[in-house]
């Protein structure tokens, strides 16, 4: 089985893994839960004299692990299998792993848990060998350090931090896998200084390691002051993207040089930390912020030979943090762009409506979900939900032509609401980008002894539903046809319906009632039971509930739902 019909049969998807694994400087593999080689990088490819697709889906102790003299290591006598079974992180020396002409690399290795970002559990190895050394040339004498890391754990807290701060486009839950990361195996506090998008700094996240927990201290957050031009002092440096640098005490005994520095003083007097190292946060475009890491419980301080180490976190850090702001700007400007697309209700005496619109939760499936209602020349009430297909701004631009046709085709054209969606039908496919769309497309008009008449005509989309005072509910299912962009040409069917007096009537897009792995009946199903259950509340109740109910919580679509209440009498 190759590497690629392994991960299909499994549902594997390790992006994020491997292109963490390239940034280690010694071979590096991921492995499953079965022990089964998940991702690994071009370094154990070379190293092991075997491709990616040789490795991919193979059992790693099986295919691997040898003793001296290259034959099978009975798993019994494995110290790599035995930690990996046991789930905690462990290293060991004068291993032995199998290349492909049959002879034996000599290997120092580490294993470690591996997070790759999807709720599964997976183990990372790194290994090197004493005949392929990272790098060469005379090294100077490192300092003193209590929690010194060997170079294996280095790469390995590396590939980590990749892969942990990269799986997430939330900056919130990307300060809080950073910290996780470095508290407490770096330091005892880190500290995280952000530059907004105005030039403002705001220190947004104080957290100490006290015992097995991580407490976050609200009272040391907040806005900073402005970043000075010239200070040599280390948190202005790193904030400007100059350097990183060493901190303690003693750094702001001195008359203080400006306002980040009298803060900085506070937090050393506030914290108790006698040594901290201060780098910056750099993205691709900007310097956006700093991180501190502090001791105060751990007697030795920071020393020079730590700086890489924690700047190569840091960088990693501003990747994240970067492409989480772009992500959420793009969803802040789809989410404009779509609740300024999306019509205020009209008012019609008699009616009550309320609508609501909820994005999806990724960013890039804003954009094809709507609602419209306006007035007729002929008094009457047009009513309209629709989905243009596509998940993107594009959809969303498509959608307001798609709504403004229409408009313009029920407003000038006296016709059935069949005739209109065929107009609009045809000139979508010739004036418009948008490839196909469903739509729901009525008029609601005053009847006789306290009803009121619905006509519509239903393209592709799922059916309006009818629910009366008393707790009776039923689909309207006349009147559908094909969705909108077929180009069939066929002629689209009229249904009309009475609404009795205090029935609630309910047109919604299909993320209300879709989810991944249900039935659509199961939603529709669903939807029916708690509009029955909830048709006594208050319009604007029924709504509110009806979303948060019916809503499925794994829902990656947006949702667009419209209510209508005919009076009582």
Same mark, same amino acid.
């Given at each position: ?64 692990h040898r003793d001296a003299q290259g034959q099978q290591l009975p798993r019994i006598r494995c110290a790599m299998r035995q930690a990996f079974h046991a789930g905690y992180p462990a290293q060991g020396g004068e291993d032995h792993f199998a290349r492909a002409d ?88 880190? =500290? =995280? ?66 306002? =980040? ?19 910056? =946060? ?124 229409l408009r313009a085709y029920a407003w000038s054209q006296h016709e059935p609401p069949s005739r209109v969606v065929e107009r609009l039908d045809e000139a979508i496919q010739h004036i418009t980008d948008v490839a196909m769309a469903t739509i729901v497309f009525g ?127």
């Open positions: 089985m190759t590497g690629s019909e392994y991960r299909e049969v499994h549902g594997l998807s390790v992006p994020t893994a491997s292109a963490a694994l390239e940034a280690i400087g010694a071979g590096a593999y991921v492995v499953d839960e079965q022990g089964c080689i998940i991702a690994v990088n071009a370094r154990a490819e070379g190293l092991l004299d075997r491709p990616a697709a040789e490795l991919l889906g193979q059992d790693a102790h099986d295919l691997l049959g002879s034996v690399l000599p290997i120092s290795w580490l294993i470690t848990p591996y997070d790759i970002g999807d709720g599964r559990a997976a183990t990372l190895v790194v290994f090197h060998t004493p005949e392929h050394p990272r790098d060469t040339g005379p090294r100077p004498e490192p300092e003193p350090t209590v929690r010194s890391l060997s170079e294996l754990q280095r790469l390995a807290l590396l590939a980590e931090t990749t892969a942990q701060l990269t799986s997430t486009l939330d900056v919130d839950e990307a300060m809080r896998r950073l910290v996780a990361l470095v508290v407490p195996r770096l330091a005892d506090w880190a =500290i =995280i200084d952000l530059i907004t998008e105005r030039d403002e700094v705001w220190r947004t996240v104080v957290v100490h390691a006290e015992g097995g927990t991580l407490v976050r201290h609200e009272e040391l957050q907040g806005p900073m002051p402005p970043i000075p031009e010239e200070s040599p002092m280390p948190l202005s440096r790193a904030l400007r993207g100059v350097s990183s640098t060493l901190a303690g005490p003693q750094t702001y005994q001195g008359t203080p040089d400006s306002g =980040i520095a009298v803060e900085q003083g506070r937090l050393f007097h506030a914290t108790g930390m006698h040594s901290a190292a201060i780098a910056p =946060i750099r993205g691709p475009r900007a310097v956006l912020g700093a991180l501190t890491l502090g001791r105060t419980e751990t007697p030795a301080a920071f020393a020079s030979t730590d700086l890489p180490l924690i700047e190569d976190i840091a960088r990693r850090a501003g990747l994240a943090l970067d492409n989480a702001r772009l992500y959420q700007r793009q969803r802040k400007v789809a989410e404009t762009m779509q609740n300024h697309l999306l019509p205020q209700m009209p008012g019609v005496q008699g009616l009550e409506m309320n609508v609501r619109y909820l994005p999806a939760p990724d960013a890039s499936h804003v954009g094809g979900d709507w609602y419209d209602a306006f007035p007729l020349p002929d008094t009457s009430t047009a009513l309209a939900i629709g989905d243009v297909v596509g998940h993107d701004l594009e959809a969303a631009a498509g959608m307001a032509q798609v709504r403004n046709m008029r609601i008009e005053a009847a006789h002894d306290g009803h009121w008449q619905l006509s519509w005509t239903n393209a592709g989309h799922p059916p309006p539903l009818l629910v009366s005072r008393d707790g009776l509910a039923s689909y309207l299912t006349d009147g559908h046809g094909i969705l909108l962009g077929t180009q069939t040409g066929l002629r689209r069917p009229d249904a009309t319906a009475l609404l009795p007096p205090g029935s609630t009537l309910v047109l919604y897009t299909d993320g209300l009632i879709e989810a991944p792995g249900q039935s659509l009946d199961t939603g529709l199903n669903r939807l029916r039971q708690y509009a029955a259950a909830l048709a006594h509340r208050p319009l604007t109740s029924f709504t509110d509930q009806l979303l948060r109910q019916v809503r499925p919580a794994d829902n990656d679509d947006d949702v667009a739902l419209l209510t209508l209440r005919v009076p009582e009498s």
